[in-house]
């Protein structure tokens, strides 16, 4: 497998269109890279440098410590998967995934054995006399990646590979990459719009907003000490809410305050917000580190707008401070549209942000 640096990569098109700014990242050999982020972020655009589709403005990118940044695609020994799966309509999958193989002028047992051993780790063995017309997308999509696995290429790059299949195959198919990946430990860049295949997928997740990285870490990075409103808002389902507050200080002892509740920080808190004292800043919880009728004493009463079942929870609607609030509580937690109930929140869980520069404090 390989070691993948890009350092200082940019792309333009056109004149002003600058679709990635200056990418500085580092892919360890065998890891599983994620990255996600909202349609026309640079995520495809950076993939497609790595594998040379696209031409590189500025920088370079660095396999095994060789420049490859102006190498064409068919010399970096990288596999691709797109979205479209682009398996050939006119060979069987049979032929599909020996094709790459007979390129490299194997030999024909050389290829039967390799077409037949990547077939049963994609369970396509029954299907290699078929053509691509004959089989299901989810299918086909297998195909593309035992094709990809056959040839042992030092970097696999997949584009979106799942987003064309229906919900229930896509996450049986997570599964599938995952174990291919564990068994060939090969080194994955994935790209994705979705975070739950990312966190689900992902050794590491790289973030992308307007062409630059805002955040690099592992799913529990990401997750639990998001770097900014950004990230904390993109990662999750429901996103974190986000609530005005002020910090106030009383008798030595640190507050957040608003019109309906007032919660006490402990002073781990004291030296992070020292500079913030009588300023607003921007209070994130995440939905499920918000406590419904808690054993403890209740921050507030709110009241239950409307109840979105998930089968093993409940998203419970409300509002505060005439904004939209939703709180994720386990399936037993029986709470009726128009009452009322207590609420506190977990508070070693709550994330903190300057509204200015939405950063984390």
């Known amino acids: 497998m390989a070691n993948l640096r890009l350092e200082h990569v940019y792309k333009r098109y ?26 026309g972020c640079g995520k495809t655009t950076t993939l ?11 920088g370079n990118i660095i396999m095994d410590e060789r420049d490859i940044t102006t190498l064409p695609p068919w010399k970096r020994n990288m596999s691709m998967i797109f979205q479209s799966y682009a398996v050939w309509p006119h060979m069987t999958v049979y032929q599909n995934i020996a094709y790459a193989l007979r390129l490299k002028r194997l030999s024909t047992s050389e290829i039967d054995k390799t077409v037949r051993e990547v077939a049963q780790m994609t369970d396509i063995t ?10 299901s997308g989810g299918q086909r999509q297998r195909v593309a990646v035992a094709r990809a696995v056959a040839v042992k290429p030092k970097i696999f790059l997949m584009d979106e590979p799942l987003s064309n299949l229906d919900a229930k195959l896509r996450v049986s198919m997570r599964t599938e990459l995952k174990s291919i990946h564990v068994r060939t430990k090969a080194t994955t860049i994935f790209v994705t719009h979705d975070q739950s295949e990312a ?7 790289v973030i992308m907003k307007d062409g630059e990285i805002v955040q690099i870490g592992t799913p ?8 900014n409103m950004f990230v904390a808002n993109f990662i999750g389902t429901p996103p974190t809410n986000f609530i005005k507050v002020r910090i106030g200080m009383e008798d030595d002892k640190l507050y957040l305050i608003n019109p309906e509740f007032k919660v006490l920080l402990d002073d781990s808190f004291k030296k992070r917000l020292a500079s913030y004292n009588g300023s607003e800043v921007v209070l994130g919880v995440r939905p499920e580190n918000i406590t419904v009728f808690p054993k403890e004493e ?15 929870h409940n998203i419970i609607v409300s509002k505060l401070n ?7 509580v386990p399936s037993e937690v029986i709470v009726k549209p128009g009452e009322k109930f207590p609420i506190a929140f977990k508070k070693n869980s ?9 950063l984390r404090i």
């Open 298 to 312: 209740p921050l507030l009463t709110l009241e239950c707008l409307l109840i979105e079942p998930q089968g093993s």
């Open 199 to 205: 966190m689900s997928l992902a050794d590491r997740i």
């Open 322 to 328: 005439d904004k939209i609030i939703k709180i994720v």
């Open 14 to 39: 056109g004149r002003n269109v600058w679709a990635v700014k200056d990418i500085n990242l580092k892919i360890d050999d065998g890891e599983f890279l994620v990255l996600l982020g909202p349609s």
């Open 220 to 227: 529990w990075d990401v997750y639990h000490d998001s770097a």
């Open 48 to 58: 497609r440098m790595i594998a040379g589709l696209e031409e590189v403005t500025r």
């Open 350 to 358: 709550l994330l903190l942000f300057d509204p200015q520069t939405e």
């Open 126 to 135: 029954d299907y290699l006399d078929r053509f691509p017309n004959q089989l």
